[in-house]
C-alpha cells in the first residue's frame, strides 16, 4: 500500500492507514476520503526555486512530469537542483526519479518541493545510488501548502567507502511524510541523515528513517530537531538495523523537540535494532519546552521577550544547519530558518 | 536637606509557590553607595534578588519598590534592566548555541534601543570587551564559545561580572557572587566590582560570609532573617556576623 499506487488506481483503499504501524501518525486513508483528479501538465512559467544561483543545473518535475534520471559519471562533480512542483491547480500526481553516482563521482543534490497549488496530493519515489567513494550532500527543502499532501520515499544505496549527508528542512503541509530508507554496506562508508521541522498552524510533518547496516565497519550520524506550536504535529521515527556481522559499527541518532503550546504535539520512535555484537549504539530523545530559566536569564539582560525566545530557538535549531557541509547550502538553509522564525514572532 | 534613596523598598512581601518567604521588608539605597545584605541559608536573600529583578513565578504580595522616582514592580524584567538593573545571577544560565560574544552584544544592543540610544557598532564592541576580558582575565577564545555552557563555577561568575563591566548598570545587584570562587577568582572579581563604583551607582551585594566584604567594602550592612531586616550598621556588623554567627537573629518559632 502506498499513496503512489493510490493514485495510480484511483483507489483510496491503496492508502496508508493508521492501522499500518508505520503510518499511524501519519493516516492517510483517514484524511484523504476522494482523491483530486489526476494533475494535468502545467504550462505556467516556474519562478526561481529555493536553491536558485547554487547549482550547476535545474531539473523541474512539475505535476509529476519530467525527466527520469541524472547520472553522475565515475570521478563526475555536479551541482544539482531537483524540483518538485506541485503547480497552481494541481490534483493527484506522481513521479519516480533516480540519481546515480559512479565510483568516485561527487554531487551536491539541491531538492525542493514546492507546493504552489491548494489541495494537491503528491507522491515522489527516489532511488539513490553511490559507487565506490562516491560523495553525495543531499538537502532537502519542502516547502509545501497548508493544503497540500505531499510524501516522499527515498531509498539509498551506498558503495563501499562512500560518504553520504543529508539534511531535510520542513515546514510541513497538511500531511507530509518525508521518508528515507539507507542501505549502509559497512566497509568504510559513512551517512549522515538530519532533520530540521518548524510547524505551526495545523500542519504535520513526519521525518522517517530507516538505516540498515548489512556490513561491517560503517558509520551513521542522526540528527533531527523540531519546532511545534499551535495544533501543529510532528513525527519522528528513527530505526536503525544493524545486521549480524555488521560489527564495528558506529551509529548514533538524536532527536530533540520542542513544544510550545498545549494543542501541539510530537510523537518520536526511536529505535535500534542489533543483531551484532561489537558495535556503538547510542540514541537520545527529549521532547520538552522552552529553557523558562535561560529565557529569564535573557530577558535580565535586557533582551525583550520576543526577541529573547526567537534567538533561543534559533539557537536550538540551528546546530542542525552547522552540520551541512557545503558552505553555499548551509547559506540558504540558515536563510530558511531565519524566513521561518520571522514569519511567526511567536516561535 | 536629605538624599532621596536610589532605591527604596518598602514594607515588601514575596511568596514563591504561595509559601511566603519575604515579610515586609524594608531597604534604601542611596546613589553611590554599597549596601550588603547577610543573612542564614534560607532567610530569603535570593528571593530579594529575584523579585528585584522580575523574575517570573516570584509574586509580590505587598509593598513597594521604587527606583529612581519610578515603580520598578510595574515593569517588565527585560524593561527593568534596560532602566539599569541588573543581577549577578548565583547560578549562571547556560545559553547553549549562543556565543558569549553573540549574548552580550545582543543584550547591550537591546538596552541602548529600549532607551532610545544609538546601537554600539561592532568593532566599538569588540574594542570594549577585549580590555574589559582582559581586566577579568577572561581568554577572549572563550568568548566565542556558547555562554556559560561547559565553563566552572569561577569562570561562570567572571562572565557575571565582565556583563556587569559591559551593560554598566546603575543598580547592581550581586547574589553570592563569591560562592564557588577560589582566593584568587574571588580577588579578580571584586576587582572588577570595585571598579564599577561610582556616585551614580547603586550596590547591593548578597552574601552568606564576610569574605566577599574584605574585598568589597559595603557603606552599610543589613541583616536578613526570617524574610526581613533586622539589623543595620556599618562594615563591622559583617565582622561581629563572621565571629558570632546568624543564631542571635534566628526567629524563635510561634
Known sequence: MSLARAIATGDVAQLPSRRDEAWRWSDLRGLIRVLPPASGASDAELPPGPFDGLADFEIAIVNGRGPPAVDLAEGETRRVALRFVAAP?????????????????????????????????????????????????????????????????????????????????????????????????????????????????????????????????????????????????????????????ADQTDARMGHHALVLSDRAEVDAKPELEIYADDVLCAHGNTVGALDEEALFYARQRGIPEAQARAMLMQAFLAQVIDRIEDAGARGAAADWLMRQLEARDEF | MTMKPMLSIQNLSVSVDGKSILEGLDLEIPAGEVHAVMGPNGAGKSTLSYALAGRPGYEVTAGTVTWDGEDLLALAPDLRAARGVFLSFQYPTEIPGVPALTFIRTALNAQHRTRGEAEVSAPDFLRLIRTKAAALKIDFEMLKRALNVGFSGGEKKRMEILQLAMLSPRLAILDETDSGLDIDALRIVAEGVNAMRSPDRAMLVITHYQRLLDHIRPDRVHVLAGGRIVASGGPELAHALEAEGYDKYARVPA
Request: with cysteine; hydrophobic share 40%; charged share 20%.
Open chain 1, 89 to 245: 491547480g494541481a490534483g493527484a500526481h506522481s513521479a519516480c526519479f533516480a540519481v546515480n553516482l559512479g565510483d568516485g563521482a561527487r554531487c551536491l543534490l539541491l531538492e525542493s518541493y514546492e507546493g504552489r497549488g491548494d489541495g494537491y496530493v503528491a507522491s515522489a519515489d527516489i532511488d539513490i545510488r553511490l559507487g565506490r567513494g562516491a560523495t553525495l550532500e543531499r538537502i532537502v527543502m519542502a516547502d509545501d501548502t497548508g493544503e497540500g499532501v505531499s510524501v516522499s520515499k527515498t531509498a539509498v544505496s551506498l558503495g563501499a567507502e562512500a560518504v553520504f549527508g543529508q539534511t531535510v528542512l520542513t515546514a510541513g503541509a497538511r500531511r507530509q511524510r518525508i521518508e528515507t530508507q539507507l542501505d549502509h554496506p559497512g566497509a568504510g562508508a559513512v551517512a549522515r541523515l538530519d532533520g530540521l521541522y518548524l510547524l505551526g498552524d495545523k500542519r504535520h510533518a513526519d521525518i522517517t528513517t530507516v538505516v540498515s547496516h548489512c556490513g561491517a565497519g560503517g558509520a551513521t550520524d542522526q540528527l533531527t530537531k523540531g519546532v511545534v506550536r499551535d495544533q501543529a504535529r510532528g513525527v519522528f521515527q528513527g530505526r536503525i538495523v544493524v545486521a549480524k556481522g
